[in-house]
């Protein structure tokens, strides 16, 4: 039962961490991503405390998954719109090959 309660009350906590200056940011680059998820894999140790100890238990573990789970929010990554071309881009690129043939040949 301590158990259960425990991740009831852990639950309750993983929101509102942020909200209290709480962030699992452990690379301070304003994003919960990939790197912070492998600064906590490379901290694991159920026997130690480390930056990655959000819930400073003196441990980090699954619980400390659960909180930088909790918190995930990676970067967008956008594809810049000028990266594809309209079909119309072919059109003028075809006009303007053209025209100068057809503009020599009436000379």
């Not at 990939?34 to 990655?52: H, Q, V, Y």
């Not at 079909?87 to 057809?102: D, I, N, Y």
């Amino acid at each position: 039962m301590n158990r259960l309660l425990f991740a009831a009350l852990l639950v309750l906590l993983i929101s509102p961490l942020s909200a209290f200056g709480i962030t699992t940011d452990a690379n301070f680059d304003g994003f919960v991503d990939g790197l912070d998820l492998g600064i906590l894999l490379g901290e694991w140790d159920p026997l130690m405390s480390g930056i990655s100890d959000y819930n400073q238990d003196g441990a980090v573990d699954g619980l400390d998954l659960g909180i930088l789970l909790g918190q995930w929010d990676p970067p967008v990554r956008m594809v810049a719109a000028s990266s594809i071309p309209e079909p119309s881009t072919a059109t003028l690129l075809l006009t303007c090959c053209v025209l100068p043939v057809v503009a020599r040949r009436r000379r």
